[in-house]
């Protein structure tokens, strides 16, 4: 099977999966508990017919389930997510609005995640049994089984009220605040406007809730490198080139270390994705207002328009990265398209 045709046929998965995600969302978003009348007028406003019948017209809520549905899938292969109840404005305005932030926040958190998982995965295979192979097996453990909620409000209580060196929440200070965004991500923004002091700031309030993020995958990337490395480490060809005279650093770097990285091309596309849609609960706890941020006051307020397109938006995230991994191993093994 060629590559192209390979590609082709996982889009048309891609396709069915959206489709699917699109089904589900809808359905689950409008059954569960509650009543977004009364979570965006209020208690009081629901004992007057004529504002509930105007609020059920303008937001499409008087209709059936299945023309609601409809609707919104027609629209939306127009290019229209609706309008946010919250907000009143359209949701794809403040997707691009909210969206630049999780990006960035997930972006260093991949960064931290992949380097140290890496690092810590290939020296914990070098020197196997050892103290530093114990020390950053239990480093890992540790990042995995910790809560993410948890994790958070303990690096805020340390490093921003008892130690004082990192800034509280929010996605910028307050010097900062309205700030020219052309393109909403601070870190070019400031770079294309030389504003190195908004540079530090946005890095310095975007480096707890990403370390928090990437502590999981950190653990999960250190422990699978590890173990692929001991696989390969086994490997006769590795023998053979000791056998030809390699030090054991050359070794390493020259031959284990090419092939054993090869399964963390999975962890890499796999984690990003991941951490996108993992950002709503650390976002709300450092009111970093983000996607995450975003979805959690949508839920809160039963805001149908927001948490689909929300929802949409993280599902073919996800379905674009594994697409990607799925093509570069097959570039890297051409078995795999079989």
């Excluded at 696989?231 to 770097?253: C, P, S």
């Amino acid at each position: 099977m060629s590559l192209l045709r390979y590609a082709g046929r996982r889009l048309l998965l891609m396709v069915i999966v959206m489709a699917g995600v699109l089904i589900i969302t809808f359905i689950i978003s409008h059954m569960v508990p509650g009543d977004p009348l009364v979570a965006n007028l209020g208690q009081s406003a629901m004992s007057n017919p004529d504002i509930v019948a105007k609020y059920e017209q303008r937001w499409g809520l008087d209709k059936s389930l299945p023309e609601q549905f409809f609707l919104y899938v027609r629209n939306l292969f127009q290019g229209d997510m609706g309008t946010s109840i919250r907000t009143k404005q359209p949701v794809v305005e403040d997707l691009a609005k909210y969206f630049p932030a999780t990006i960035e926040m997930a972006t260093l958190a991949t960064i931290i995640s992949v380097v140290l998982g890496m690092l810590f995965g290939v020296l914990s295979a070098a020197r196997r049994n050892s103290a530093l192979d114990q020390g950053l097996r239990v480093v890992s453990l540790i990042g995995i089984s910790l809560p993410a909620f948890w994790l958070a409000l303990l690096l805020l209580y340390l490093f921003y009220f008892h130690l004082g060196i990192a800034p509280g929440s929010g996605r910028v200070g307050l010097n900062f605040i309205g700030y020219n965004a052309p393109t909403g991500f601070i870190i070019i923004d400031s770079l294309l406007a030389g504003d190195f002091a908004l540079l530090k700031d946005g890095l310095a309030h975007m480096i707890l809730p990403a370390v928090v993020l990437a502590a999981s995958t950190m653990g999960l990337m250190t422990r699978t490198v590890r173990s692929s490395m001991l696989d390969v480490m086994g490997q006769d060809y590795l023998r053979t080139a000791r056998a030809k005279g390699l030090n054991e650093r050359q070794v390493m770097t020259g031959h284990a270390v090419k092939n054993g990285l090869i399964p963390s091309v999975t962890m890499f596309g796999l984690s990003y994705s991941s951490l996108l849609g993992g950002t709503v609960l650390v976002e709300t706890i450092f009111d970093y207002p983000g996607l995450g941020w975003y979805a959690y006051r949508s839920a809160t307020t039963l805001d149908f328009p927001a948490i689909m397109g929300g929802t949409l938006l993280i599902a073919l995230i996800n379905c674009v990265m594994t697409l990607i991994v799925d093509l570069v191993y097959a570039l890297i093994d051409p078995r795999i398209r079989y």
